[in-house]
């Protein structure tokens, strides 16, 4: 069964640093998004993406923060110089079309430790 | 605005019992209702969705949850709990109105089982 795929499972950076979550979504899926969890909090929605541009984005989604589709099959999100804070456990997903496109499917996540 | 509150952190139940995992929603729209599962080190997967067909909607590995508009309610049930079925459990509300397919997640359940 196809499945969404982020790299790495886990990383660690210092504070201050730049940081790039990877993320391969479906194949022929059309919607992208990322999501976040706090340890002890709500997974939070950050940003969708469709036809290379960003659809919806979230008050956490501010300017350190970007996402790109640099080929067909990659989908990944920057931090440019993360603090304290931005340590979570990211997730992506995607989902298929403009019907289902609540219907989303997850990766296992990147846990994010900023040090 | 929506949300979605899970009633219980926690809930433990022996192998072989009923389990209940109680969720309330609030949305000003006819909302799409999902359960995402979590295992371990896993991506959040779809047990089962609501989007305003059937109010009793069959999902995966024999869970069920009933959608009632009345008590704006979504809770997840199965007859008979299994130790695989120990695992984190969210309930989440998307609006149909939403252009992007955001997805707003409960707090999660986690769910213990026991021999």
């Known amino acids: 069964e196809p499945e969404v795929t982020q790299t790495p499972s886990h990383q660690v950076t210092q504070m201050g640093q730049e940081v790039i979550l990877r993320c391969v979504p479906i194949?022929?899926?059309?919607?992208f998004y990322w999501y976040r969890q706090i340890l002890g909090q709500k997974v939070e929605f950050l940003v969708s993406f469709y036809n290379n541009e960003i659809s919806e984005k979230s008050e956490i989604f501010d300017d350190q923060f970007s996402v790109e589709r640099p080929d067909g099959s990659n989908f990944t999100l920057k931090i440019r110089s993360t603090k304290l804070e931005d340590s979570a456990m990211y997730f992506c997903?995607?989902?298929?079309?403009?019907?289902?496109?609540?219907?989303?499917?997850f990766g296992a996540g990147t846990r994010l430790s900023v040090l | 605005a929506q949300s979605v509150t899970q009633l219980d952190s926690h809930v433990s139940v022996s192998e072989g019992t009923p389990v209940l995992l109680r969720c309330n929603y609030s949305?000003?729209?006819?909302?799409?209702l999902f359960w995402y599962v979590q295992h371990p080190n896993k991506g959040l997967q779809l047990l089962l969705k609501?989007?305003?067909?059937?109010?009793l909607v069959k999902g995966i590995n024999g869970f069920e949850a009933e959608f009632k508009k009345s008590e704006t309610s979504f809770h997840l049930t199965k007859p008979s709990a299994h130790m695989s079925d120990a695992a984190e459990y969210f309930c989440v509300v998307s609006e149909p109105v939403s252009n992007t397919g955001k997805l707003i997640f409960g707090q999660g359940t986690t769910l213990q089982v026991k021999p």
């Open positions: 949305s000003s729209y006819s909302p799409s």
């Open positions: 194949s022929n899926h059309l919607y």
């Open positions: 609501y989007t305003s067909a059937a109010t």
């Open positions: 997903a995607s989902s298929p079309d403009e019907i289902a496109k609540n219907i989303q499917y």
